[in-house]
């Protein structure tokens, strides 16, 4: 008998509530069309509610109980609120916002993979048609770097004070992330292969590749970080002759995004450069509400992963049914394709999963609905999708 995969939903903050509710009805749908061994338990936590009741964003055995899941999907964390506001029940960005990077480090988790493919449907804020090619997936370290959290306030308040902000870059997270980009490249060309689409990529020095790597770094201005990447990038850059390499500094490769995204393919950043590119490009490919991501551990898959839209938990819309839940289902989709590393039949439902929510942007393009509407219409999508019915063997 197959065991059924276990899964947390961490609704938490702001819109995180309606759009997890939304992404379970659909996933309800799926797997009872595929009989997909899957099922889930919704924590009240971590949140500010449960902050507000029992002085914590989450209970002190949390990270025991999550370890039990075979992963984590998340709707958003964190409501600083309007200042004014006194009757509302807000926390600073550094108490709400705690549990994710807990959950990040704790676990280990330190690849954050944020795929930027635009669609037919999404809005496409470039004027040049090239940019409808926009096919990235940006991967950004996810362990340490510039959110080490160490430094502190000397003298705060005073006039003479002095706040230090450490950034830890290790060879051995380096040479983890770095190989794993290039792994990445190699089975992302696979898939285009198996898709029968090719992509050439241009170096400046006039090669092409069908492949290839973007590493990003700030070398010119912090050299220490700069040096180890660059060296490590060129080491195992030499162990994957058959795929490009480039690199970019993070201002320019800004600049690269907008005027010529479809250039790039696997980036590689660190983990600042890559939250700050993560959101850039997203709205290249239409913007937050459908833009997915993933914190995972590609060599342990004992750690449960976390999966959560790119997007934040945006309190000015929250409660009002507005937010679009399709970055959460396809994030969704993303960890059923985790899944569907040891069980091919979730790699088929992600592949259904991710079609339906490709169609539905196709085919509403321009209508604003609700979030709700967006999850109903999802489901009519999937249920028009003939696949041979999988027979339940509980
Ligand atoms: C993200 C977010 C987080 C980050 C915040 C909420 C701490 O912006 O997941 O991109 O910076 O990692
Ligand atoms: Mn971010």
């Not at 060129?234 to 058959?242: L, N, R, V, Y």
């Not at 899944?339 to 393009?365: I, K, M, N, P, Y």
């Not at 321009?366 to 999508?381: C, G, K, L, M």
């Amino acid at each position: 008998m197959a065991s059924r995969r276990q899964i947390a939903i961490l609704p938490g903050d702001g819109i995180g509530p309606e759009v997890t509710d939304a992404t379970l009805t659909v996933l309800d749908t799926l797997c009872a069309q595929r009989a997909l061994p899957l099922q889930w338990q919704v924590l009240p936590w971590p949140s500010t509610e449960w902050h507000r009741q029992h002085g914590a964003m989450m209970p002190d055995d949390a990270l025991q109980q999550l370890h039990s899941f075979d992963a984590l999907l998340l709707g958003a964390l964190g409501d600083p609120g309007p200042a004014s506001d006194s009757a509302r029940y807000c926390l600073p960005d550094a108490v709400s916002l705690a549990p994710l990077l807990t959950l990040r480090k704790q676990f280990d988790l330190w690849s954050c993979e944020r795929p930027a493919r635009w669609q037919p449907g999404a809005t496409c804020y470039l004027s040049d048609p090239r940019a409808r090619d926009v096919d990235m997936l940006v991967i950004r370290e996810n362990s340490e770097g510039e959110y080490v959290n160490q430094g502190g306030r000397l003298r705060a308040g005073q006039p003479d004070e002095v706040a230090t902000q450490l950034e830890v870059f290790t060879r051995r997270a380096t040479e983890r992330l770095l190989r794993h980009a290039f792994v990445r490249a190699r089975q992302r060309r696979s898939r285009r292969q198996q898709e029968g689409r090719v992509r050439t990529f241009s170096s400046a020095a006039g090669e092409t590749h069908d492949a290839r790597v973007c590493l990003i770094t700030k070398r010119n201005a912090q050299p220490f970080w700069g040096e180890l990447y660059s060296e490590v990038f060129a080491a195992i850059a030499s162990e994957f002759p058959d795929i490009g390499t480039h690199h970019e500094l993070v201002d320019a490769a800004c600049m690269k995004f907008v005027q010529c995204p479809w250039q790039f393919d696997v980036v590689v950043a660190s983990n600042l450069h890559g939250d700050i590119l993560t959101d850039l490009a997203a709205v290249l490919c239409g913007g937050p509400g459908i833009a997915p991501s993933c914190n995972i551990n590609p060599d342990r898959r004992d750690l449960p992963p976390l999966f959560e839209p790119t997007h934040g938990s945006a309190p000015d819309i929250a409660g009002r049914d507005i937010a679009d839940p399709r970055a959460t289902l396809l994030s969704a989709a993303m960890l059923l394709d985790w899944l569907g590393e040891d069980d091919t039949q979730f790699s088929e439902a992600a592949h259904q999963l991710r079609a339906a929510v490709g169609e539905d942007l196709a085919r509403h393009a321009d209508q604003v609905r609700s979030t709700r509407r967006i999850a109903h219409d999802i489901r009519d999508a999937l249920r028009a999708t003939p696949h041979p019915a999988v027979p339940h063997t509980a």
